[in-house]
């Protein structure tokens, strides 16, 4: 496993917009469609995100991706990373904080 340094310790956060970054649906899909499994990605995020696994790219920790970075996706020579739309995105981190908002409300 090329990654397996990063793996021991992730860098994970652990809040972001004042919502558990774990109720965030924000992290990379592979297109295997154009993926050449590389491996670039893997050496270049600095949050464990990726790893191979048997020459295969795979999404090993989806919840330490940076919320909006999409560095990666910058970087990939061959344009092999989906990420969600941001405004879908922030629209689930504002509709977390309306339901923390409220449970607050009728405490
Ligand atoms: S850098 Fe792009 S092509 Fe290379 S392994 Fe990552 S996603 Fe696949
Ligand atoms: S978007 Fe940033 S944090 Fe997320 S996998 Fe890509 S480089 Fe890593």
């Known amino acids: 496993m090329i990654n397996s340094d990063k793996n021991r310790i992730p860098k994970q956060i652990h809040r972001f917009m004042g919502v558990d970054r774990k109720d965030i649906d924000w992290f990379p899909i592979i297109d295997f469609n154009k993926c050449n499994n590389c491996g670039d990605c893997v050496q270049f995020c600095a949050h464990g995100v990726f ?35 941001k405004k879908k995105v922030l629209a689930q981190i504002r509709q977390i904080k309306s339901q923390q908002k409220q449970s607050i409300d009728n405490y």
């Open 51 to 85: 790893n191979m696994e048997n020459g295969v790219l795979i999404v090993q920790n989806p919840k330490n991706c940076v919320v909006f970075c999409q560095a990666c996706l910058k970087m990939c020579p061959k344009d092999a990373l989906i990420f969600q739309e």
